[in-house]
T-cell receptor, first 112, second 114 residues
């Protein structure tokens, strides 16, 4: 069975500082990894995905994620956080299951 | 701007009512999904339609009944719901195979069961 974990329910960061939202996964075979963002009263929006190739993946709104096979991690990063980045972030895993497996979400708050 | 449209955005219904949620996708995708999002819980996949085949989560109660008349439209029929069914119901679509294809979500229907 495959699984994905987001160990932090809440991440707070000051505006202008770098941010990291953590995600780890477990799957047999090659992982397909995704990050989504959800703003209040909205659906989830796709940010970026890792399928194969470079371990550093760049996505929308200046976000990037680093795939680390040895640590089975896919952390979301941004060099300089904005207040408007405050939202709920979901990591998701595709692979051995037919559908995506979502993490429980991490609430990011960027403080002005 | 989303290519997946859900109506209504908000719905309040009593436990004896019958209502339906509607989803329409304009992306040419061939798979559609219903998800339930409750506070403090992981996203729960309820139903999947891909290539007109339905795949469902066996833990979904029978008071939820999906219908997919074509690849662009998806409904969720609701009857005799319980207060614990109050949640945000999200529709999504994708192009199969889904293991490496992102989902595109609608903005959801906020359902309150009184």
């Amino acid at each position: 069975a495959q699984s994905v974990a987001q160990p932090e329910d809440q991440v707070n960061v000051a505006e202008g500082n770098p941010l990291t939202v953590k995600c780890t996964y477990s799957v047999s075979g090659n992982p397909y990894l995704f990050w989504y963002v959800q703003y209040p009263n909205r659906g989830l929006q796709f940010l970026l995905k890792y399928i194969t190739g470079d371990n550093l993946v760049k996505g929308s709104y200046g976000f990037e994620a680093e795939f680390n096979k040895s640590q089975t991690s896919f952390h979301l990063k941004k060099p300089s956080a904005l207040v408007s980045d405050s939202a709920l972030y979901f990591c998701a895993l595709g692979g051995s299951a037919r559908q995506l497996t979502f993490g429980s979400g991490t609430q990011l708050t960027v403080l002005p | 701007e989303t290519g997946v449209t859900q109506t209504p955005r908000h719905l309040v219904m009593g436990m004896t009512n019958k209502k339906s949620l509607k989803c329409e996708q304009h992306l040419g995708h061939n798979a559609m999904y219903w998800y339930k999002q409750s506070a403090k819980k992981p996203l729960e996949l309820m139903f999947v339609y891909s290539l007109e085949e339905r795949v469902e989560n066996n833990s979904v109660p029978s008071r939820f009944s999906p219908e997919c008349p074509n690849s662009s439209h998806l409904f969720l029929h609701l009857h005799t719901l319980q207060p614990e069914d109050s949640a945000l119901y999200l529709c999504a679509s994708s192009q199969i195979p889904t293991d490496n294809s992102p989902l595109h979500f609608g903005n959801g229907t906020r359902l309150t069961v009184t």
